[in-house]
């Protein structure tokens, strides 16, 4: 079983340039996240999805885009990258009504902007 | 708006020591307090509570919830230099699933 699988791991971008942060479950999770993690500050949920073609904001979402077209997959796109936008990004699914409060997490995507 | 605090924020100790990490919340809507461990990369689940004054256990670690005080802690007892990562709590307020994190916990446990 993959779990969920992040890709790419690392990146650098300039300044203005567009990305997409691809993120996929094959656990047939119907809620999953994005969050971002900056040093010694937690995680903070940017977007969020419980279920294909539904999506919402989370805590800071500014600079991002996402979409989720099947329950595998939830993309996080970066429109014109800005250095605040460097950090780790984590993408995580949960079944809902699984009771054990356990989120599934990526490995995370590490990217840079200079 | 929904708060998590976790104290200290970063902790120093020798190999067998025991620890106590803080985790206090103040959220509209209360479903579990979450433990996590972070080592390098992804965080893997220690425990879920949702109940005041049940302890979960698993080896040497321990944790508890008092939600008449709106606090949890997390201990380890002897602890070993794998032990060394950053703790977070986090809280489901129920609204899918949704979690409000700490900044987290770094520990660092020397041989």
């Known amino acids: 079983n993959a779990g969920v699988t992040q890709t790419p791991k690392f990146r650098i971008l300039k300044i203005g340039q567009s990305m997409t942060l691809q993120c996929a479950q094959d656990m047939n999770h119907n809620y999953m996240y994005w969050y971002r993690q900056d040093p010694g500050m937690g995680l903070k949920l940017i977007y969020y999805s419980v279920g294909a073609g539904i999506t919402d904001k989370g805590e800071v979402p500014n600079g991002y885009n996402v979409s989720r077209s099947t329950t595998e997959d939830f993309p996080l796109r970066l429109e014109l990258a800005a250095p605040s936008q460097t950090s780790v990004y984590f993408c995580?699914?949960?079944?809902?009504?699984?009771?054990?409060?356990?989120?599934?997490f990526g490995e995370g995507s590490r990217l840079t902007v200079l | 708006e929904d708060k998590v605090v976790q104290s200290p924020l970063s902790l120093v100790v020798h190999e067998g020591d025991t620890v106590t990490l803080n985790c206090s919340y103040e959220v509209t809507n209360f479903r579990s307090l979450l433990w996590y461990k972070q080592e390098k990369k992804a965080p893997t689940f220690l425990f879920m509570l949702?109940?005041?004054?049940i302890e979960k256990k698993s080896g040497r670690l321990s944790s508890i919830l008092d939600k008449k005080e709106l606090f949890s802690i997390l201990n380890i007892t002897a602890t070993q230099t794998g032990d060394s990562a950053i703790y977070l709590c986090a809280v489901d307020t129920g609204a899918n699933s949704k979690l409000t994190f700490g900044k987290g916990i770094t520990l660092s446990v020397r041989p």
């Open positions: 949702t109940s005041s004054g």
């Open positions: 995580a699914s949960i079944l809902a009504g699984r009771n054990t409060g356990e989120l599934f």
